[in-house]
């Protein structure tokens, strides 16, 4: 995951974008980065959020799953003269690269980034034939894997729910025939399969193959699991005062990341039916509004933030109420490990 992250269309169809940082200042503003601050950006990426950050005078602390974009952040970690520290690692577990102070700063760009796509070794778009792949962090149970493998049952509740797929029932079935047949290797043989059992209509804005693709990258990645743990480490090493700030791109995420940020709020729950549930204290307090939406002159110089939305908490001194999933109402999947090779 990078910080180069946004419109899902676009990613799926996989046409060059040049990196832009996405509300580059709304982050900054969210983040209020300063001199003397520590910062984690968990999603390095090209650097473009990270490269701000330094700018603003705080120091930086890096993460990136993918080792393509740790080795091609060396450059700046160079540049950077010790202010940048430069790792390789999935978000979920930033906590373990927490100063022990605590952060100033967290900051989360939540996706799939254009250098990625741009690879066609990488497997992520249909639009460049290549391994069936889509694995961030290049290790681990591959797409190809998960359709080859995985049960009928299992597929379509990862195409319906991860890619919203109207068709997955009739995409899992045609899928289950052919891979009998031949397994899929490459992304043109599960595109091309998939235009044969949803074929394109003129008045179609996306590929047929948009939403199964995007499924299949969210789940190899465990994109949304990733995420969840990773708000949970943010609030457990940021210091009172410190912010949290995360941009998504798709309303999966962006549910996760309203529901979290709604629980933590300490507000009572409860219903007229049912007994009031006592506030627990709040550990993040709003940074101005709710929801930030990219601008409409942004969105038409950059296509990539049509759909981004950013939401942002300042840390308070209430200790954690711990990691519970079960706010986050995740679906239950097939089991990612059982699908390898």
């Known amino acids: 995951m990078v910080a180069d992250q946004g419109d899902r269309t676009s990613e799926a169809d996989g046409g060059p974008v040049r990196h832009i940082p996405v509300m580059l200042p709304e982050v900054l503003t969210a983040l209020h980065a300063a001199p003397g601050k520590v910062i984690l950006d968990g999603t390095f990426g090209a650097g473009g959020y990270t490269s701000a950050i330094l700018d603003a005078g705080a120091d930086v602390i890096a993460l990136d799953r993918d080792p393509t974009a740790i080795a091609a952040g060396q450059a700046l970690v160079a540049a950077a003269g010790g202010r940048l520290k430069l790792v390789q690692s999935r978000f979920s577990v930033l906590a373990e690269h927490a100063p022990e102070g605590g952060l100033d700063g967290v900051v989360l760009d939540i996706g799939v980034s254009s250098m990625q796509i741009d690879e066609a070794e990488r497997g992520f778009s249909f639009q460049k034939k290549g391994p069936l792949d889509m694995r961030m962090s290049a290790s681990g149970v591959t797409a190809a894997d998960v359709v080859n493998r995985g049960k009928v049952s299992d597929l379509i509740r990862i195409f319906g729910f991860l890619g919203e797929e109207k068709q997955a029932g009739r995409i899992a079935r045609a899928i289950e025939k052919r891979r009998a047949e031949?397994?899929?290797?490459?992304?043109?043989?599960?595109?091309?399969?998939?235009?044969?059992?949803?074929?394109?209509?003129?008045?179609?804005?996306?590929?047929?193959?948009?939403?199964?693709?995007?499924?299949?990258?969210?789940?190899?990645?465990?994109?949304?699991?990733?995420?969840?743990?990773?708000?949970?480490?943010?609030?457990?090493?940021?210091?009172?005062?410190?912010?949290?700030?995360?941009?998504?791109?798709?309303?999966?995420?962006?549910?996760i990341v309203k529901a979290f940020f709604q629980d933590r709020a300490g507000k009572a729950g409860g219903s007229r039916h049912l007994p009031m549930v006592a506030a627990r204290a709040a550990?993040?307090?709003?940074?101005?509004?709710?929801?930030?939406?990219?601008?409409?002159?942004?969105?038409?110089?950059?296509?990539?933030?049509?759909?981004?939305?950013?939401?942002?908490?300042?840390?308070?001194?209430?200790?954690?109420?711990?990691?519970?999933?079960?706010?986050?109402?995740?679906?239950?999947?097939?089991?990612?490990?059982?699908?390898g090779g």
């Open 182 to 255: 031949q397994p899929f290797e490459t992304t043109r043989d599960l595109a091309g399969l998939i235009e044969t059992v949803v074929p394109r209509k003129a008045k179609d804005k996306i590929h047929p193959a948009t939403r199964v693709f995007q499924a299949l990258r969210i789940f190899v990645n465990d994109e949304l699991g990733e995420l969840a743990s990773a708000l949970f480490a943010a609030e457990r090493v940021l210091k009172p005062g410190g912010r949290l700030v995360v941009v998504t791109f798709h309303s999966l995420e962006d549910r």
């Open 283 to 339: 550990t993040f307090a709003p940074v101005g509004k709710p929801m930030i939406a990219a601008s409409d002159d942004e969105a038409s110089r950059n296509p990539r933030a049509r759909s981004a939305k950013l939401r942002a908490g300042i840390r308070t001194e209430a200790p954690s109420p711990g990691s519970d999933l079960s706010i986050f109402n995740l679906p239950e999947l097939a089991n990612l490990a059982r699908l």
